[in-house]
Nanobody, 115 residues
Framework: VQLAESGGGLVQPGGSLRLSCAAS????????MRWYRQAPGKERELVAS????????DYADSVKGRFTISRDNVKNTVYLQMNSLKPADTAVYYC?????????WGQGTQVTVSS
């Protein structure tokens, strides 16, 4: 089982990034997917979630209107499009898969928003 995040990096305030999380080793299309983030010295927080079929999404209030979660069940990949980035969005972003009691985490990708 593997969740491999990519797409992080350094971006200026107001910029955009698209994170990807490629899944392998499990039935991706059956799993609900989430993106979490953890900033230095803070607890890990849920950023966005999407149902297995992609028909429903949910977002933290802090990112609503700026971030969009999506998935491609053919490519076994979930995405996080991040627009209008702020310094407060700086964190390690993690991909998470859940189906009942089965859960998997990725290793994370660093996003730094700074001028």
């Amino acid at each position: 089982v593997q969740l491999a995040e990519s797409g992080g990096g350094l971006v200026q305030p107001g910029g955009s990034l698209r994170l990807s999380c490629a899944a392998s080793g499990f039935a991706f299309s059956s799993y609900h997917m989430r993106w979490y983030r953890q900033a230095p010295g803070k607890e890990r927080e849920l950023v966005a979630s999407i149902t297995s079929g992609g028909d429903s999404t949910d977002y933290a209030d802090s990112v609503k209107g700026r971030f969009t979660i999506s998935r491609d069940n053919v490519k076994n990949t979930v995405y996080l499009q991040m627009n209008s980035l702020k310094p407060a969005d700086t964190a390690v972003y993690y991909c998470y898969a859940k189906l009942v009691w089965n859960t998997y985490w990725g290793q994370g990708t660093q996003v730094t928003v700074s001028s």
